[in-house]
């Protein structure tokens, strides 16, 4: 019988959420004639809409015409880069204008409302990109019948970079070429197939201009509803992932009830791989999907006899129902693994492996020389930045630094008060695992160049100074020990700001006060700053430590091309294989997810992410100056945690460890909540993904256990009654119930809306 199960938030976030968790399991009763496994009919072809009416801004340049404008500043996308007219992304056609000179070729949305065919739809498909910012914003669909629905629509920005279309470099205000890797988005929009669509009111967001956000529309594509069943595959892909580690490979695919009825246990829906060589090891069952509803199946593939890694067949990923093919995609699909390659084309090919999106939940650690000042003004700066501010006349760093310390003091005469003298590493990945995360990353050097490691590089490292200690060593050995289920991550600055080799802020370090020269403590200097130092780091790390990931932090000079090479090799090639990930500021286009920090994403974006920010309000790095009323309370953890995880995202929680290794209380405290809200309430978090109807509606926020339930999660109290508002795939049979309370709940289903007595 299919099955809804509910939790209340418990612990220190007090009950601010609710959890509703929609477990389908098969019964006679729940099943109709119709669910035999036979009877399928071809979906419906979906129908891109042309926008060229509605076109309002220009923003795509060629090498020849330079006449756009896409973000207001006078940025645009390389036309020589992008497709135009129709084109297919991820199995949708769509219509794409054209960079001609003095074409329109984007909608910027304004609230412009855009006629539809009439007829009836699952939903709206959008390309779309953002400048200035993720922005988005509410749409409406308008019926023939004078009704409306209405859901968020937002893109990424063009510079994150996460897109499935990206171009490798943008044009300047003067038609010259950025090499900053730009992208376009997808988005979508849910459409009620029961009644009559015939039109769509885009987000109001603002016309382009330097600072503002603005959502672009590219190009929009209806899925028309199907009747009786109906499934649609696509998107089907081969990746470089494995399920698990030294596991299969995995092809994914994308398959969509658009049919009218709900798939379930008699209809025996099994998803695999047909393509010469090849055989499918882990297919896929779909076990119940709702009219409308879609899963992101993962497959997994093994080659049949000899085969080379990286040859490249023709294939097509095929679902069957009771053993008859109902439908398929048809996708060139590359068998094995190849070695990784020093280039974007080749590292591309490398996705966010699955541990990291189902984790959902990590600890970033800053913990360095910085520790030791640890103050900034509250709320305003990052502590961490301490040495950069003292840069700055103006900075209340600058007079605070010369009033505690006095002028004569250099930033390096705070190293030997690094002493880690209290540090119990053991203690520290036991508070993760209590936190209920899944992964941390500690910051193996940060801007001010010391390193946490027995670096052979330089002597500006913990082990010869300091602690006179290898951090990431014991750390590390710590969490393999007694923590083995954490994945073991580094943050690494690829500049520091004064390193005399290649100084970011552009000079060598210096007296503040004076101006006059300071050593750069442990540093030989003199040498090829990228070729000598940055990547012989690096290699350290990846060959010594063995990291599970790199966070990559502000780009630059590198060679990471060839770093990047190495560490995804040295993890696929180990004598037992792992999956690793790495960011999108490491100075290269090739990225595994995308790092909002301070913020996060307005609506879904379907590239993973991952937003990071720190307990204390505007700060990574320990500031005593903030009081412990100021940092977020468990409350505000666990509701940042959902809306992130709802959004296709990952949150990176900073602490900041005192220079004696010790974590201030009030951070415990916080983790700690956090953990026993998730010890109750994980399993809405941990392995779901984002439902691909809508990711919000007010307070309230979805994710999905595939085949297993679904999950709204309540911000506020609900009070006696719960209202969603939301196409919520729900069957006269199913259960609701609250995470952590044994009973089901009533519920009923009231003007559209699912109403639940809590």
């Known amino acids: 019988m299919p099955e809804l199960s509910r939790r209340q938030m418990l612990g220190m976030a007090g009950g601010a959420a609710l959890a509703v968790a929609a477990t389908h399991l098969p019964s006679a009763a729940a099943q109709t004639a119709q669910d035999s496994g036979t009877g399928f009919t071809p979906p419906p072809a979906p129908i891109p809409v042309a926008l060229d009416p509605y076109f309002n801004n220009d923003a795509i340049d060629t090498a020849s015409a330079h006449d756009g404008n896409f973000d207001g500043s006078g940025y645009t996308f390389p036309g020589e880069e992008l497709p135009s007219g129709q084109t297919t992304v991820d199995g949708i056609p769509y219509l794409l204008g054209t960079a001609a000179p003095g074409a329109k070729?984007?909608?910027?949305?304004?609230?412009?409302?855009?006629?539809?065919?009439?007829?009836?739809?699952?939903?709206?498909?959008?390309?779309?990109?953002?400048?200035?910012?993720?922005?988005?914003?509410?749409?409406?669909?308008?019926?023939?019948?004078?009704?409306?629905?209405?859901?968020?629509?937002?893109?990424?920005?063009?510079?994150?970079?996460?897109?499935?279309?990206?171009?490798?470099?943008?044009?300047?205000?003067?038609?010259?070429?950025?090499?900053?890797?730009?992208?376009?988005?997808?988005?979508?929009?849910?459409?009620?197939?029961?009644?009559?669509?015939?039109?769509?009111?885009?987000?109001?967001?603002?016309?382009?201009?330097?600072?503002?956000?603005?959502?672009?529309?590219?190009?929009?594509?209806?899925?028309?509803?199907?009747?009786?069943?109906?499934?649609?595959?696509?998107?089907?892909?081969?990746?470089?992932?494995?399920?698990?580690?030294?596991?299969?490979?995995?092809?994914?695919?994308?398959?969509?009830?658009?049919?009218?009825?709900?798939?379930?246990?008699?209809?025996?829906?099994?998803?695999?791989?047909?393509?010469?060589?090849?055989?499918?090891?882990?297919?896929?069952?779909?076990?119940?999907?709702?009219?409308?509803?879609?899963?992101?199946?993962?497959?997994?593939?093994?080659?049949?006899?000899?085969?080379?890694?990286?040859?490249?067949?023709?294939?097509?990923?095929?679902?069957?129902?009771?053993?008859?093919?109902?439908?398929?995609?048809?996708?060139?699909?590359?068998?094995?693994?190849?070695?990784?390659q020093p280039s974007e084309a080749s590292l591309g090919t490398h996705q966010a492996p699955y541990w990291f999106d189902d984790a959902k939940f990590g600890i970033f650690i800053h913990w360095g020389v910085y520790s030791v000042p640890g103050w900034a003004p509250v709320g305003q700066e990052y502590a961490e930045w301490y040495w950069q501010h003292l840069d700055n006349p103006n900075d209340p760093t600058y007079a605070y630094h010369a009033n505690t310390y006095g002028k004569d003091f250099n930033y390096d005469d705070f190293i030997p008060m690094f002493t880690a003298a209290k540090w119990d590493p053991r203690s520290w990945v036991q508070l993760f695992e209590d936190a209920g995360a899944e992964y941390y990353a500690l910051t193996s050097k940060h801007h001010e160049g010391f390193a946490l490691w027995d670096s052979k590089v330089s002597d500006r490292n913990a082990v010869k100074m300091g602690p006179k200690r290898d951090i990431i060593k014991d750390l590390f050995a710590a969490s393999r020990e007694y923590t083995p289920q954490l994945r073991n991550g580094l943050y690494f600055?690829?500049?520091?700001?004064?390193?005399?080799?290649?100084?970011?802020?552009?000079?060598?370090?210096?007296?503040?006060?004076?101006?006059?020269?300071?050593?750069?403590?442990?540093?030989?200097?003199?040498?090829?700053?990228?070729?000598?130092?940055?990547?012989?780091?690096?290699?350290?790390?990846?060959?010594?430590?063995?990291?599970?990931?790199?966070?990559?932090?502000?780009?630059?000079?590198?060679?990471?091309?060839?770093?990047?090479?190495?560490?995804?090799?040295?993890?696929?090639?180990?004598?037992?294989?792992?999956?690793?990930?790495?960011?999108?500021?490491?100075?290269?286009?090739?990225?595994?997810?995308?790092?909002?920090?301070?913020?996060?994403?307005?609506?879904?974006?379907?590239?993973?992410?991952?937003?990071?920010?720190?307990?204390d309000p505007f700060s990574y790095g320990i500031n005593r100056a903030t009081p412990d009323n100021d940092y977020m309370t468990a409350e505000e953890v666990v509701h940042s945690l959902v809306d992130i995880v709802s959004k296709n995202g990952n949150f990176l929680l900073d602490i900041g460890p005192n220079f004696d290794g010790t974590i201030p209380q009030v951070m415990q405290d916080r983790l700690r909540a956090t953990g026993a809200w998730l010890r109750v309430n994980g399993e809405s978090i941990y392995g779901t993904t984002y439902w691909s109807r809508l990711a919000q509606v007010g307070n309230l926020r979805f994710t999905v256990k595939q085949n297993e339930a679904f999950y709204i999660s309540s911000l506020e109290q609900p009070g006696d009654k719960l209202i969603v508002e939301a196409p919520v795939p729900i069957r006269p049979h199913d259960r609701v119930s609250m995470l952590g309370y044994p009973h089901t709940l009533d519920w009923t289903i009231q003007n559209g809306s699912l109403v639940i007595n809590v």
């Open 105 to 340: 070729n984007t909608v910027v949305a304004v609230g412009q409302q855009v006629d539809l065919p009439k007829g009836r739809y699952l939903n709206v498909l959008f390309l779309v990109a953002s400048s200035y910012g993720t922005t988005g914003g509410t749409a409406t669909v308008h019926y023939a019948d004078g009704s409306t629905t209405q859901g968020d629509v937002g893109g990424p920005d063009w510079y994150t970079n996460a897109g499935p279309i990206t171009t490798p470099y943008r044009y300047t205000p003067s038609g010259s070429k950025d090499q900053s890797p730009v992208s376009i988005g997808t988005a979508s929009l849910w459409i009620d197939p029961t009644r009559d669509a015939v039109a769509l009111t885009l987000p109001n967001t603002a016309q382009p201009a330097p600072n503002v956000s603005s959502l672009h529309v590219f190009a929009l594509t209806l899925q028309p509803a199907g009747s009786g069943k109906s499934l649609v595959v696509r998107a089907s892909t081969s990746t470089n992932s494995t399920l698990t580690d030294g596991g299969p490979q995995s092809v994914e695919a994308t398959v969509l009830n658009a049919g009218s009825v709900w798939l379930g246990a008699r209809d025996e829906l099994a998803v695999g791989v047909a393509a010469p060589s090849t055989r499918t090891v882990a297919p896929v069952a779909i076990r119940t999907l709702g009219p409308g509803e879609e899963q992101r199946v993962r497959i997994g593939i093994a080659p049949k006899g000899n085969v080379t890694p990286g040859t490249i067949v023709d294939g097509a990923v095929v679902a069957r129902s009771v053993g008859t093919s109902v439908a398929s995609n048809a996708a060139k699909l590359t068998l094995g693994i190849p070695d990784y």
């Open 493 to 615: 600055s690829l500049p520091e700001w004064y390193n005399p080799d290649n100084p970011w802020m552009g000079h060598a370090p210096r007296n503040p006060y004076t101006l006059e020269p300071v050593p750069y403590t442990g540093y030989q200097a003199g040498r090829d700053f990228v070729k000598d130092y940055q990547a012989p780091q690096l290699r350290e790390l990846i060959y010594g430590y063995d990291p599970d990931l790199i966070w990559y932090d502000i780009g630059g000079v590198n060679d990471n091309l060839h770093v990047v090479a190495d560490f995804l090799n040295h993890a696929k090639d180990r004598s037992h294989p792992k999956e690793v990930t790495f960011n999108n500021r490491g100075g290269i286009a090739a990225h595994d997810f995308t790092t909002p920090e301070y913020t996060t994403y307005p609506n879904t974006v379907v590239a993973k992410w991952e937003s990071s920010r720190g307990l």
